[in-house]
T-cell receptor, first 117, second 116 residues
Framework: AQTVTQSQPEMSVQEAETVTLSCTYDTSESDYYLFWYKQPPSRQMILVIRQEAYKQQNATENRFSVNFQKAAKSFSLKISDSQLGDAAMYFCAYRRGSGGSNYKLTFGKGTLLTVNP | ETGVTQTPRHLVMGMTNKKSLKCEQHLGHNAMYWYKQSAKKPLELMFVYNFKEQTENNSVPSRFSPECPNSSHLFLHLHTLQPEDSALYLC???????????????FGSGTQLSVL
């Protein structure tokens, strides 16, 4: 079974600084997708960024980028120029690329990010 | 506004009560999901519906009973719950479970359930 581990329950960053959130995963699959979701105090989960395992290039979305290390099964999220609105719980998630039940997302426990003004 | 609306936002119920959670999506999606978010635990997928048909029951106790009358509405009927069922229940939708962008889940804001 796939597992997703976020080893940092909490992180903090100063406004305008850069922070990196860690995620590791365990899978025997070769085809899969990885995601970072953000859950602000409003509780609504929002997709931040996704990475296809077959792509070597790291995904970027504006101030958000990932460091995808397939061999190490590591998928970290870097937030540059942190803003107060980035404060939220961040979840790393995994999904199989093919096969049965490949619509299932496996989530980590989350990292609570605080942004200090 | 995400297009996925959940009501009520908060719910407190006794163990002998019967209540229902409601989810409605205005995105034209065909797949809907119930997730459970407990403190200090990863989100757990509970049920999946695709074109109104249940495609997944992730070993959920029978005291949780889902209902999907159409592709836009999803209910979670609750009865004789236990205190450990207290959690945030999130609804999500996607185009369908087999489409190429099915991982683009759109979530509601959840119902925070407390069982006394």
């Amino acid at each position: 079974a796939q597992t997703v581990t976020q080893s940092q329950p909490e992180m903090s960053v100063q406004e305008a600084e850069t922070v990196t959130l860690s995620c590791t995963y365990d899978t025997s699959e070769s085809d899969y997708y990885l995601f970072w979701y953000k859950q602000p105090p409003s509780r609504q989960m929002i997709l931040v960024i996704r990475q296809e395992a077959y792509k070597q290039q790291n995904a970027t979305e504006n101030r958000f980028s990932v460091n995808f290390q397939k061999a190490a099964k590591s998928f970290s999220l870097k937030i540059s120029d942190s803003q107060l609105g980035d404060a939220a719980m961040y979840f790393c998630a995994y999904r199989r690329g093919s096969g049965g039940s490949n619509y299932k997302l496996t989530f980590g426990k989350g990292t609570l990010l605080t942004v200090n003004p | 506004e995400t297009g996925v609306t959940q009501t009520p936002r908060h719910l407190v119920m006794g163990m002998t009560n019967k209540k229902s959670l409601k989810c409605e999506q205005h995105l034209g999606h065909n797949a809907m999901y119930w997730y459970k978010q407990s403190a200090k635990k990863p989100l757990e997928l509970m049920f999946v519906y695709n074109f109104k048909e249940q495609t997944e029951n992730n070993s959920v106790p029978s005291r949780f009973s889902p209902e999907c009358p159409n592709s836009s509405h999803l209910f979670l009927h609750l009865h004789t719950l236990q205190p450990e069922d207290s959690a945030l229940y999130l609804c999500a939708s996607s185009q369908e479970i087999r489409s190429w962008d099915r991982e683009k889940l759109f979530f509601g804001s959840g119902t925070q359930l407390s069982v006394l």
